[in-house]
């Protein structure tokens, strides 16, 4: 039996259950301080007889094993969280084997293995929400390098008819800076959810991430795409970027019929946990193929 | 022993040697249609006795091993080269288990192994020529998903002073429109080596390229980026990369020293013939793990 974390900025959800995706309990834990949130997560957690937890964390986290930072939150703007050590704080606590990643990493392991992508070795997960972050899998592994990647921030053109100067501290008019939720809010004067009936706000909206689609695809070439987070509940926004892309892209690259190459998480709002789970279950065959 | 091929769209250089890198002979042959360029490539491996053959391949290629159209170049602009199936011509005559791959992927390949990237399981090839393309090994892999990279397409932002239109048939002001050779040509009104001393082409060059590599660092987060091809002989380039790289970032990521980030092929113009040599040792200890 596996725990898993999924750690969002605003709230943690953790549940217990297997690689499968089954989940026998589940709770959710404010986002406050470390003190408090985790002193939560650790009294759900010891409830159960665990063989391993796996961590889908907000980041910028360090998941490179040879960082003397492995295992913790970084330079996060939620100050109580900077340079948390996540891992080392689980470890102590439960001495399991300990699975960490980014949350959009995680989601992007759960579609591949049980949602939208299963099947399939390569999968790209988008969240667009309070941030837009991405995680891939990339010949059947997360794709890791220097660092997990920080695919929210890439540049777009701007809209021509565009005035609004963008909501990223570090880039202004990056992708997450145009795109993601407190930029709609900002821009138009309210919230997503009273924007629905402005056709203008959505196909905006799919005017920059089917610009960001089109350079996922041309520099990863995944075998397919999920689109998930808050912004996404918008079904519109779909047929916005469906749009876009097919003229961005002028069938340079042959591609699957785009309706079913970019569509939503199969696993709903589960794909986080349910790669969180899998982290947990990486992390155990790990542990055991050392042994 | 394994034959190599690096088949460019203006000439292609076959070369004899180990999966060390050593080359014992090689050949020039401009690449004209398929009948003669292939006659004088098979008659220069007719010499030896090869154990494999490794192409590095100008593209498009399909690299999908479950495609029926593996091993070919596919829509190509050049006509004559259009559906050749490069992979099997060499079977038919050779009998010998032949490697596959874009001829920037093969010197992704050669620079991880033995170039500039070497002792890194990551590294991002790039090259600045007639075209752009780029190829990259992830997490000791050549990237491949639904098919190769072909990331010289991406978009840029055009700088604000530029009013060269671009040059892509497909997508006129993408990277490759705004960025290659040709485009620099067009846009100045005569050849690099004739701009040489013009600070401005150089910079403007350092300010597109820039912005491709922060594409690809927030995507693909290589360990190490090797900047290769005729424009990047202008050191000058190098330079105003790092720069405008440098703003554009704005400390988002953490990321080593630029100019050792950063960096000339460790090969030189060896990159994509020692990696046709290693796509040749891959496919022959692919194919004696099958046996």
Request: include cysteine.
């Amino acid at each position: 039996m596996f725990g898993a974390i999924e750690a969002g900025g605003t709230k943690f959800v953790c549940a217990v259950g297997d690689e499968l995706g089954t989940i026998i309990d589940r709770i959710k834990i404010p986002t406050t301080v470390p003190e408090e949130t985790m002193a939560e997560v650790m009294a759900f957690f010891k409830k159960y007889d665990l063989d391993a937890i796996g961590i889908g964390s907000f980041g910028p986290v360090d998941v490179n094993h040879e960082s003397p930072a492995y295992g913790m939150i970084t330079s996060t703007p939620k100050l109580a969280w900077r340079n948390f050590p996540f891992v080392q704080a689980l470890k102590d606590a439960f001495s399991v084997p300990i699975g960490f990643n980014t949350d959009v990493n995680a989601a992007a392991l759960g579609e591949a293995i049980h949602g939208a992508a299963k099947g399939l070795d390569s999968c790209l997960y988008i969240t667009v929400g309070t941030g837009i972050g991405a995680g891939a899998v990339v010949q059947g592994k997360l794709l890791q390098g220097l660092s997990h990647p920080e695919m929210g921030h890439i540049l777009v053109r701007r809209h021509p008819n565009d005035e609004y100067q963008g909501k990223c501290p570090y880039h202004g008019d990056c992708l997450e800076g145009l795109a993601a939720g407190p930029a709609i809010e900002e821009r138009w004067g309210r919230k997503g959810f009273d924007l629905v009936d402005q056709k203008e706000v959505w196909e905006l909206e799919g005017y920059y991430i089917a610009q960001a689609l089109m350079q996922y695809i041309l520099i990863l070439s995944p075998k397919r795409i999920i689109l998930g987070g808050g912004v996404m509940n918008q079904k519109q926004v779909f047929t916005s970027v469906y749009h876009y892309l097919q003229e961005l892209l002028n069938d340079y690259v042959s591609l699957p019929d785009l309706t079913e190459y970019i569509v939503s998480p199969g696993l709903g709002d589960d794909a986080g946990i349910t790669g969180s789970l899998l982290l947990a279950h990486q992390a155990f065959t790990e542990e055991n193929r050392r042994k």
